[in-house]
Nanobody
Framework: QVQLVESGGGLVQPGESLRLSCAAS????????MAWYRQALGKERELVAG???????KYADSVKDRFTISRDKNKNAVFLQMNSLRPEDTAVYYC?????????WGQGIQVTVSS
C-alpha cells in the first residue's frame, strides 16, 4: 500500500524559512509527477508546486521566487523549500502523487507563519 509521509512543518515568523519533506513508501514504481498542495482554513485546496520526473517545475503565482520544489526520484521523495514566508502561507500542506489510476495523498502537515 502506497503511503506518503510529510515532515518539516511548524511555526515560524514572517520572513523565515521552512523545508518540507515527503517520502513515499510501498510503491515499486517511480512517480512521474509529485506535487505539494495546501489548504488554508475556510479555503479550497490549491496547488503550490509540482515537479515531473524530468525536472519540469510548476509554481503557483503566489509562491514563485520564494518556494523551490525538488525531488529525489530514486527514492520517490519530494521537497519544498519555502523562503520569505508570509502569514498568508499559513495552511495545511499536502504531498501528492497523481497516477493514471488514482492520486495518492499524504496526511498533511501544518505550517503556521505568525509573529
Amino acid at each position: 500500500q502506497v503511503q506518503l509521509v510529510e515532515s518539516g512543518g511548524g511555526l515560524v515568523q514572517p520572513g523565515e524559512s521552512l523545508r518540507l519533506s515527503c517520502a513515499a513508501s510501498g510503491s515499486t514504481l517511480v512517480f512521474n509527477v509529485m506535487a505539494w498542495y495546501r489548504q488554508a482554513l475556510g479555503k479550497e485546496r490549491e496547488l503550490v508546486a509540482g515537479i515531473t520526473i524530468g525536472g519540469e517545475r510548476k509554481y503557483a503565482d503566489s509562491v514563485k521566487d520564494r518556494f523551490t520544489i525538488s525531488r529525489d526520484k530514486n527514492k520517490n521523495a519530494v521537497f519544498l523549500q519555502m523562503n520569505s514566508l508570509r502569514p498568508e502561507d499559513t495552511a495545511v500542506y499536502y504531498c501528492s502523487a497523481p497516477t493514471v489510476k488514482q492520486t495518492y495523498w499524504g496526511q498533511g502537515i501544518q505550517v503556521t507563519v505568525s509573529s
